[in-house]
């Protein structure tokens, strides 16, 4: 059973800094690619930033400068780095990592969320 689970939320002040964790576990092969998407009230989820197996990343024009998305493929963890973090970008935030087996079946799986808030 594959378990998708993010942490490193929190209410943080304009101007400060978070460091959000996607942590994968079970019997899988490997992770093809991730991607970090966050949530706002009343808004379409949006792609943050996404990462592949050789490690080529885009993000979107909101966060570009500011986030820095990585992994570590031996410990099946995605990292997001949010510096100079802004009030528009409270949110929840949704890591979706796309997973081979063994078999060479791939299926995209979402964690449960974890929430940012940007706040004075």
Do not use: H
């Not at 009343?42 to 930033?49: D, F, H, M, S, T």
């Not at 885009?58 to 990585?70: E, Q």
């Not at 997001?80 to 970008?89: A, G, V």
Request: positive net charge; charged residues 15%; hydrophobic residues 35%.
């Amino acid at each position: 059973q594959v378990q998708v689970v993010e942490s490193g939320g929190g209410l943080v002040q304009p101007g400060g800094s978070l460091r959000l964790t996607c942590a994968v576990s079970g019997s899988i092969f490997s992770i093809v690619a991730t991607g970090w998407y966050r949530q706002a009230p009343g808004k379409q989820r949006e792609l943050v930033a996404r990462i592949t197996t050789d490690n080529s990343t885009n993000y979107a024009d909101s966060v570009k400068g500011r986030f820095t998305i990585s992994r570590d493929n031996a410990k099946n963890m995605v990292f997001l780095q949010m510096n100079s973090l802004k009030p528009e970008d409270t949110a929840v935030y949704y890591c979706n990592p796309i997973i081979r087996f063994t078999s060479g079946s791939t299926f995209s799986y979402w964690g449960q969320g974890t929430q940012v808030s940007v706040s004075s």
